[in-house]
């Protein structure tokens, strides 16, 4: 009752003062426009206060509905197609404005404007005839889903001296991939009925691209933030504040450190890494000391922390800016071949200008802004001097921004735009160049497509980020989207992938970061090296994309930010008043920030500014940060006034009839997002009923803090946790369903389910997700007993007649392809119709007359499957007419392997980017379980099947049921996997009251997990066991057994790894040219390596005789003939029959011996290199 | 014991009987005996099912294997399994389908002209041998008033324009080679509990303890007179062994409320077929093989042999 008071009380504030701002703060100084915005949202608030005042004392509010509703709108995706959509829509067009003129050296009057720029439709050009494509259809004949990039320009046209500018709309100058679901997309807005006709799959996320009919993810890469100051230690233990600049023109990394108590500037441009700090300062204009320390701040503990390096500048002699000038000219680097004209106000003004903190824009030489911007990370610095808590964490996630496929497309794009504009540029001025020019010139003839078009698709194949005008050299940016389930494809779009290389030894990175609390997700990573640096995003993360700032800039200075240019070296540090800095610059102090960023935020929610913007006041560092910059990760979260949640039951009430969309939640301000940054001025309750009056936003479900992989295993939070993140990592394995349009694609290697099916256990996430739809996996009954001692160590015992009826089986299908080839005499290879008649006829029975494999046919091992024929000259000049006998079969013959049949299921024929004809056979195999393949439930609890029993001798119960499988007890109690046990007994109680239950993670409070208790009850109601423990007869005996068997439906996933495709044994077989040892590896039918340890055996054990006929007899045993006199290896001549010596020159004094083949090359490589082995034999 | 004799006469009591379901006490043996009946059961009594598969056209969206495999597990009415030959045995033919001794042919043809899915059921399986054909489940369904339009077991949906065609051929087989020829969809049995109460404890009991008590059973086996409010076992048979009665009486400390025991020879069975075979010729069938597995047993050489030793139990099984 205590809290119901309090409740009331509370709500009674909130009418008193609906609006929640300061009650100290008056109305805010802001003009105009800005103004009206800011009472209007007062107005909205105070409408909504009052309008749902009735509600708030009712329970807790359901917002799950809020989930699906926000995934309906962005799917799960939404970062990369932001990004993609920001770069087609906008970056783009900037690139292009930044070089939209290209002049010719020789007569800068000829010069060509790019007037416009956009992305037209998805087409391919066959026979200078554009055709649109789908993707689809891309992915089926190899091409690449790209379409035109389409410029408008403006140009001169040169004919007879006479120069007339002209205008041509729509020049193609490249082709640019499209990523599926963007704008540019035709997928793009389509439903479920449009997407089926175009052979797409409803449930596909989108976000990657297909270059040449390979499907090709972009990976988010995660990278330290840019422009902002980060405060480190490097490995001397230095304290440095270093920022690493990036704005269009250049990049660079500043560097500001302390190093025997003396303050030094590290840049890379100078020769030395130590510039004493007060020389460029001076340099920049700076020279009155006092204002530098005024600058640092008055505190003299931070003057005497400066003391040294305005000595050490003293003793330099350099008291001008003239002098600092001067010296650091002496500092910069020379460039190998000076071309560039010696520049009159000399280099070092130039790089301080332009390199050293590029970030601060210099306008006429003002100097101020960068001086200042020295003076804060100094003064970062030495607050981390003294007080260590200053010191900034790189792992934080605040300090790091995504990069996304937008971005780095955008990059390339830029540095190959640039490249085309340099090399139609050299081009013509090497045509105008020519004196007798009589022709026509026409600049727009000179535009070539094909470095923007092979750029693209060369990086986005390949991977290979090599950009060399932004010094950048990444591998593995892109990846082949793994298909090979369809949570693989889910986890693999939503991977984040790290910058530094993986195999440091340092924890700090990997480890578990207290930031990632529902923007990363802390279950879903690799195991191994990649442990903790590889991520992936939670459920509801977002990704935010740049945004304009210039508008940002000025309201920040109508809310009453104070100028940089108009405070005073002393005013800067003021106690009350706060720094605010706007995307890593600064814009100038506040007095009152918290009343700045209450305005801000006010303005952002009433939707006046973007919602991404980020507002945050850091009190330790007395600054206001505001970040509109993309990148950076941000969720959204339900907005509490004083502890009272602005979403009330009327809203979701409209949300559930339609007439409220997430959207508008955002705008009428009950949603916001809040990046990491921001978070830290947000004191946020987990449920409704824990906020308190200082609780600011509440969160939508704590389940979403799980990635789209984790959400798949039901009561994760009942299990340790690294079961969660090896079923992570196992999901991914899974068979199961890939997409709807899963037998239409043509994957090399695809894996499905006969009979797949949906958990019956499952929570919110799988079916926000569409896993209930695309499921990877089987509902097993599953009695946890020991049975047989074929179950030891996680093998599990599989029911014969469950396997009959389907369980487990698969279906596994592989592509073969065959390429009919050009040749340079324009010949080819030809398919011909297969001769009945021939010996080889018996290998040829499933060809149809066309001379392929007929689908539907059984495919054994050493048949044909393309009766191919290439001609027997392939080089010189054209031969026009050829006949039959200048062709040599060329047989495509099937190695498969004996066991399952296998079915050639679909034949495709295309054509490749050569224009030849490429043919694809989708071979099929369904195979049923097998001792030795590999299953999983959803709790990182795998084992093997251990042997296969009949269903007669499998344990029953009274009701006559009998499980498919048994899983031996063992493997919980170090496992201590809960979760599992409560899905026994969930799934128990979902077949046998009909009703599917849940178990979302930490769902328990907010329904979206039954409750252990509730699910009992349905057991006794429904006749069971309260604790899921059934009374089971031995079916061997038909005695009872002795104990109560805990038995239930569990979901099982059949992992890909199958015996099938690993075993191998070989009695003798193909061996290897250079060493005549046998082969290794299974696909070259290899033999089984006795190796070191093996041998170290043999040998402790005494059986020489084995080691002899392994390593000998059985590998590679040669016989030699050897001289007893000079000790060399002679050879044996067949006509004299007798070992002849070479060097000795006789046959006398030879001996025949056996030794490995390997020890004979192994005496004759040395004998090569002039090093001379002589065997030296004795009698035996 | 000398002269006593092992063998013992089982009784049979039939309780209830449908074509698909039987319930049965066995009485007067031991569970070697029920739970060897309930084995062959599963595994051993014959049907026929279909086995070889000779796809013409398919242009479904299943392939192949799928489609055999969901054939196979169609259950065939299999009266006269038990005088078929298996085709491996069948010196008259190479089973292909026309010999009348091992195998039965089916064709299945369809073909969908509109634009609605067609199903393709069992139905749709015509059989060569009338007296094989799939199980038709319209009976019972009509029988139980549930819906009349049951249509037979689908094996395939087919859109505008695809068609299946196929020839199949259907043979003897048991449960042990594969499940499709078990004619048992549930062979189960218990043993019977021999439930008696204390009466005089009971009777210290207060009516709210014995109401409570007697919720404690997951499953209705005990009942409360509402008149005379005494404990009566009602239903004996719904006791399920959880022992959760015995653990209550315990914790309300009156252990040895009540005394349940496992009758060891009495057994209830519960047999349900898939509809291959009428659920009462299940079981004789099921007691004729075992029949038969004895008797070659008994008739064979090592058994003669093996006479001397076993004295007695030898002749036994000769049938002495």
Not at chain 1, 654 to 659: K, P, R, T
Request: net charge neutral; hydrophobic share 35%; charged share 25%.
């Amino acid at each position: 009752m205590a809290a119901d008071d309090d409740h009331s009380r509370m709500t009674g504030d909130n009418e008193k003062k609906p609006v929640t701002h300061d009650p100290e703060s008056k109305e805010p100084r802001i003009s105009g426009e800005m103004r009206a915005a800011a009472n209007d949202c007062n107005d909205q608030w105070r409408w909504q206060a009052s309008s749902c005042r009735n509600d708030s004392n009712k329970q807790a509010v359901d917002k799950f509905q809020l989930l699906p509703e926000f995934l309906k709108g962005r799917g799960l995706v939404k970062q990369h197609l932001d990004s993609f959509n920001y770069f087609v829509n906008t970056e783009i067009k900037k690139i292009v404005k930044a070089n939209d003129r290209i002049e010719s050296n020789t007569d800068p009057s000829i010069y060509l404007r790019f007037l416009d720029v956009r992305i037209g439709e998805p087409s391919v050009t066959v026979n200078a005839v554009s055709e649109t494509i789908n993707p689809h259809m891309c992915r089926l004949s190899d091409l690449t889903y790209a379409a035109p990039i389409l410029v408008d320009i403006e140009y001169i046209e040169e004919s007879h001296a006479q120069k007339a500018p002209r205008e041509k709309k729509d020049v193609v100058i490249g082709r640019m991939p499209i990523m599926l679901r963007s704008h540019r997309c035709v997928l793009h807005g389509k439903d479920e009925a449009e997407l089926a006709r175009l052979g797409e799959c409803p449930l596909d996320p989108g976000g990657y691209f297909i270059i040449k009919g390979t499907e090709k993810v972009v990976l988010i890469q995660e990278q330290l933030s840019k422009n902002r100051i980060i405060i480190d230690t490097d490995k001397k233990g230095n304290i440095n504040a270093s920022v690493t600049s990036s704005t269009e023109a250049t990049k660079s990394k500043t560097v500001i450190k302390m190093e025997n108590e003396k303050i030094y500037l590290q840049l890379n441009i100078f020769t030395t890494p130590k510039i004493p700090i007060m020389v460029v300062l001076k340099a920049m204009g700076m020279e009155s000391i006092q204002e530098v320390v005024q600058m640092v701040g008055r505190d003299p503990r931070y003057g005497a922390l400066l003391l040294p390096s305005i000595e050490e500048c003293a003793k330099e002699k350099i008291y001008t800016q003239e002098q600092a000038l001067e010296y650091l000219e002496t500092k910069v680097k020379k460039f190998q071949f000076a071309s560039a004209p010696p520049e009159k106000e000399g280099r070092a003004l130039g790089i301080l200008r332009d390199v050293f903190l590029a970030n601060v824009p210099v306008y006429k030489n003002n100097f101020r802004p960068k001086c200042i911007y020295v003076a804060v990370m100094m003064r970062r610095m030495m607050d981390a001097i003294l007080n260590k808590d200053a010191m900034d964490d790189k792992d934080y996630v605040g300090n790091k921004r995504l990069e996304l496929s937008g971005q780095l497309i955008s990059l390339l794009f830029e540095d190959l735009f640039k490249t085309m504009v340099s090399e139609v540029k050299k081009t013509i001025d090497k045509l105008l160049g020519k004196h007798s020019r009589s022709s026509r010139f026409d600049f727009s003839q000179h535009l070539n497509s094909n470095i923007i078009s092979f750029g693209l698709e060369r990086t986005l194949s390949t991977g290979n980020w090599d950009v060399k005008r932004f010094r950048m050299h990444r591998k593995g940016m892109s990846q082949v989207l793994a298909r090979l389930s369809f949570i693989s494809t889910m986890g693999h779009v939503t991977r984040v992938s790290p910058q530094f290389e993986k195999s440091r030894k340092v924890s700090g990175p990997r480890a578990l970061q207290p930031s990632q609390w529902g923007m990363l997700c802390p279950c879903d990573t690799p195991e191994g090296e990649a442990c903790g640096l590889v991520k992936n995003l939670a459920l509801m993360t977002h990704v935010t994309t740049d945004q304009e700032e210039g508008p940002l800039i000025s309201l920040c200075y109508c809310l009453g930010v104070e100028d940089l240019e108009l405070l005073s070296a002393e005013e800067l540090h003021t106690p009350n008043s706060f720094l605010v800095i706007f995307n890593g610059r600064i814009l100038g102090k506040h007095r009152r920030p918290q009343y700045f960023a209450t305005g801000m935020r006010m303005l952002r929610r009433a939707g006046k500014i973007g919602e991404f913007v980020s507002v945050f006041v850091n009190e330790k560092q007395h600054c206001v940060y505001i970040a509109s910059d993309g990148g950076r990760v941000c969720r959204p979260l339900v907005i509490a006034d004083k502890g009272v949640s602005r979403i009330k039951e009327c809203h979701m009430k409209e949300l559930s009839d339609g007439v409220r969309t997430f959207d508008d939640f955002l705008q009428d301000g009950l949603i916001e997002y809040l990046d990491v940054n921001e978070e830290n001025n947000a004191l946020i309750a987990l449920y409704e009923g824990e906020a308190t009056p200082e609780t600011t936003h509440i969160e939508i479900e704590p389940f979403t803090i799980l990635g789209v992989v984790a959400g798949l295993i039901p009561y994760p939070h009942h299990n340790q946790s690294p079961r969660n993140t090896y079923q992570c990592a196992m999901g991914k394995q899974a068979m199961g369903n890939i997409a709807y349009n899963q037998l239409r694609r043509m994957d090399t290697l695809l894996y499905l389910l006969v009979y797949p099916q949906r958990p019956l256990l499952t929570t919110r996430t799988i079916e926000l997700v569409g896993y209930d739809k695309l499921g990877a996996g089987q509902n097993a009954t599953v009695a946890v007993m020991s049975y047989s001692g074929y179950d030891i160590e996680d093998a599990i015992v599989m029911n014969k007649s469950s396997l009959d009826r389907g369980f487990g089986r698969c279906i596994v299908f592989k592509k073969y392809s065959s390429v009919n080839q050009k040749y340079e005499n324009n010949t080819a290879d030809r398919i011909v119709r297969p001769n009945r008649n021939e010996d080889f006829a018996g290998n040829m029975q499933i060809l149809d007359d066309d001379g392929l494999a007929a689908p539907g046919e059984i495919i054994r091992p050493n048949d044909v499957y393309v009766n191919k024929q290439s001609p027997i000259i392939t080089k010189g000049s054209p031969l026009p007419g050829i006949p039959d006998s200048a062709y040599r079969p060329c047989r495509q013959i099937f190695k498969g392997s004996e066991g399952e049949p296998t079915v050639v299921d679909r034949v495709a024929l295309s054509t490749d980017k050569n224009d030849c004809l490429c043919i694809k056979f989708l071979i099929r195999q369904t195979r049923r379980p097998e001792l030795g393949d590999k299953f999983s439930s959803r709790h990182g609890q795998k084992g093997v099947c251990g042997t296969i029993v009949q269903q007669e001798d499998f344990p029953f119960s009274e009701r006559g049921i009998c499980p498919d499988l048994i899983m031996n007890p063992h493997g919980f109690p170090s496992r201590m996997t809960v979760g599992k046990m409560i899905e026994l007994l969930g799934g128990k109680a979902g077949v046998s009251c009909g009703r599917f239950h849940y178990g979302s993670a930490f769902g328990e409070p907010s329904g979206h997990a039954d409750k252990v208790d509730a699910i009992s009850e349905t057991l006794i109601n429904r006749g069971f066991s309260y604790n899921g423990k059934d009374f089971l007869y031995s079916g061997i005996t038909g005695c009872p057994l002795q104990a109560y068997i805990f038995m239930g439906p569990i979901y099982y996933q059949k992992l890909k790894h199958m015996v099938l495709d690993k075993m191998h044994a070989r009695g003798s077989g193909p061996r290897v040219m250079l060493t005549r040892q046998p082969t290794e590896g299974r696909a070259r039918n290899g033999g089984l390596r006795v190796g070191e340890m093996e041998r170290d055996c043999l040998i402790a054990y005494g059986a020489s005789m084995l080691i002899y006929e392994r390593l000998m007899i059985s590998s590679d045993p040669f016989e030699v003939q050897v001289c007893r006199v000079c000790g060399l290896l002679g050879y044996y001549n067949h006509k004299l029959k007798t070992g002849i010596c070479s060097s000795c020159k006789n046959g006398d004094n030879i001996s025949t011996m056996k030794l490995p083949y390997a020890c004979k090359l192994l005496i004759q490589e040395l004998q090569s290199m002039n090093i001379v082995p002589r065997l030296k034999l004795a009698e035996a | 014991m000398e002269g006593s004799s092992y063998q013992r006469f089982p009784k049979v009591k039939i309780r209830e009987l449908r074509d698909d379901y039987a319930k049965f006490e066995l009485r007067d043996t031991d569970a070697s005996m029920a739970n060897a009946l309930r084995r062959v059961m599963i595994a051993e009594v014959p049907t026929i099912a279909i086995d070889l598969v000779e796809i013409e056209v398919n242009s479904s969206v299943l392939n192949d294997e799928f489609i055999a495999h969901r054939l196979g597990l169609i259950p065939l009415t299999s009266e006269r399994a038990m005088s078929m030959r298996f085709s491996r045995d069948c010196d008259a033919c190479d089973g292909d389908g026309q010999c009348e001794f091992c195998s039965v042919e089916f064709h299945l043809r369809a073909k969908c002209h509109s634009d609605q899915t067609l199903d393709v059921t069992s139905k749709d399986l015509y059989s060569s041998d009338h007296t094989v054909v799939p199980v038709d489940f319209s009976d019972s369904a009509a029988a139980s008033g549930e819906a009349l339009d049951t249509k037979g077991i689908i094996i395939v949906k087919l859109r505008r324009g695809q068609e299946l065609r196929l020839r199949a051929i259907a043979r003897k087989g048991i449960g042990k080679d594969h499940a499709k020829w078990s004619p048992a969809a549930t062979v189960t049995f218990m043993y019977e509990p021999n439930i008696h109460i204390n009466e005089d404890l009971m009777e210290t009991l207060t009516l709210e303890e014995k109401r409570t008590w007697v919720e404690s059973c997951p499953t209705r086996v005990f009942e409360l007179d509402p008149v005379t409010h005494q404990v009566m076992v009602v239903d004996p048979e719904a006791y399920t062994y959880d022992d959760e009665v015995i653990k209550k009486a315990e914790a309300m400390g009156k252990a040895g409320l009540v005394d349940i025991t496992a009758k060891e020879d009495s057994f209830i069975f519960t047999v349900e077929s898939t509809g291959a075979i009428k659920a009462s010729q299940l079981i004789l069938n099921a007691i004729d093989i075992l029949k038969q597995k004895l008797d070659a047993v008994r008739l064979s050489d090592d058994t003669v042999e093996a006479d001397d030793q076993f004295g007695e139990l030898g002749a036994h099984m000769r049938g002495g």
